[in-house]
């Protein structure tokens, strides 16, 4: 999946939030990994590409 942070820091916090979370709720492999939104936002708001 990628995330093209063309969208305001809000939108693609949201958007990025939703996926993680998604992933985080539906496989359990991914436990913990939710701390893992809260590294990336700065990134998400400097424009970073992101691929999963």
Not at 12 to 31: C, E, I, R, W
């Amino acid at each position: 999946m990628d995330i093209v942070a063309t969208m305001s820091h809000k939108d693609v916090s949201f958007a990025y939030n939703l996926y993680a979370g998604a992933k985080y709720y539906f496989s359990p492999q991914f436990a913990g990994k939710l701390e893992f939104i809260e590294d990336f936002t700065p990134w998400l708001s400097a424009g970073v590409n992101f691929k999963f």
